[in-house]
């Protein structure tokens, strides 16, 4: 499978370089999908480094690394990272193009079908 088409906003790797700063022991930011949460599928997101099999993508110039496992690979192709900071609803969020539905609070979604 080739490179995960994710994008990462200016203002997540405006955040994601702050927070860096505060961890040097992290490598970069790895953005996960497990089963659970309220909608079948949920995001996880936690400083961390690479690991082996990893999709490491870079924004060109930013100095900040996403890191994305084999598994989760395929849930996140197209997607956007971002980060809001929005009074009642700030935090890293994930815009996914392959979200058949999110829940209300943004943290979960359900996939499409495959081949739908």
């Given amino acids: 499978m080739g ?3 994710i994008t990462v906003t200016e203002n997540a790797v ?3 370089q702050a927070l ?5 022991d ?3 930011l ?15 997101m ?3 480094s690479a690991a082996e099999g990893d999709e490491v993508i870079e924004p060109e110039g930013s100095g900040v690394r996403v890191f994305v496992d084999a ?3 395929p849930y996140l192709d197209g997607c956007e990272v971002d980060y809001s900071d929005a009074l009642a609803d700030s935090g890293f969020k994930v815009h996914n ?8 609070c943004g943290s979960s979604f359900e996939p499409r079908p495959a081949g739908g």
Wanted: glycine share 14%; hydrophobic share 35%.
């Fill in 3 to 5: 490179a995960a088409m």
């Fill in 14 to 16: 405006k955040q994601l």
């Fill in 20 to 24: 860096l700063a505060t961890r040097p």
């Fill in 26 to 28: 992290a490598g970069g």
């Fill in 30 to 44: 790895r953005l996960q999908v497990s089963r659970g949460g309220c909608a079948g599928m949920e995001y996880l």
């Fill in 46 to 48: 936690k400083l961390d």
């Fill in 71 to 73: 598994e989760s690979r």
């Fill in 97 to 104: 193009p392959n979200a058949a539905r999110s829940c209300g």
